[in-house]
């Protein structure tokens, strides 16, 4: 019984159940709460209008192929733009770590007080901290946004096949989805 607890009764919202009779399967409410009234329905016509559902989500393979290649260029440029802003933090860092140590060369000189260094150095280390933060947050963040939308589309074109081909526990897994 595929369709068994996937649907809710439209007149009582009891959960819907499946039984088998003269050779055929029906769907039809397990009226648990209150008398229904609703009818039973034969699975294969559950299965019908659940295919028609599927085709009206779905995209044309080409639309879908050409939506799916913007994505990539999109992504592509996106992944490039990320690049040269890490690249930017990184020679950040690399201006502090140079400052830091000129900072130390300017304490051992005797030019900067003991207290001096240490409030210079901790303003140095903490910006260094945020920028390293950043920087955390793009490698993470990286292709990753674009992974939601390039399953959406190859879902949406894979949902018209499962509406003509697919079996009736794919479909109702698609349609969960």
Same mark, same amino acid.
């Given at each position: 019984y595929v369709y068994r607890g996937a649907f809710r009764c439209a007149g009582c919202g009891c959960f819907i159940t499946t039984e088998t009779q003269k050779s055929h399967n029906y769907l039809h409410c397990t009226k648990r709460k209150v008398q229904c009234d609703q009818a039973f329905?034969?699975?294969?016509v559950i299965d019908a209008q659940l295919r028609a559902e599927l085709k009206g989500v779905s995209l044309p393979p080409a639309a879908? !192929?050409?939506?799916?290649? =913007?994505?990539?260029?999109?992504? @592509?440029?996106?992944?490039?733009a990320g690049e040269e802003a890490a690249q930017?933090?990184?020679d950040k860092i690399d201006i502090l770590n140079q400052r830091m140590n000129a900072l130390l060369d300017m304490t051992l000189a005797g030019q900067l007080t003991q207290v001096e260094y240490a409030q210079k150095k901790r303003s140095f280390v903490e910006e260094k901290k945020e920028i390293e933060m950043k920087l955390a947050a793009? !490698?993470?963040?990286?292709? =990753?946004?674009?992974?939601?939308? @390039?399953?959406f589309y190859n879902d949406a074109a894979h949902v018209g096949e499962l509406a003509v081909s697919g079996n009736p526990e794919?479909?109702?897994?698609?349609?969960?989805?």
């Open positions: 329905v034969r699975e294969e879908a !192929a050409q939506a799916l290649d =913007n994505i990539k260029k999109e992504q @592509l440029s996106a992944a490039q930017n933090l990184r793009f !490698a993470r963040r990286g292709a =990753n946004r674009f992974e939601p939308l @390039l399953n794919e479909n109702l897994e698609m349609l969960k989805k």
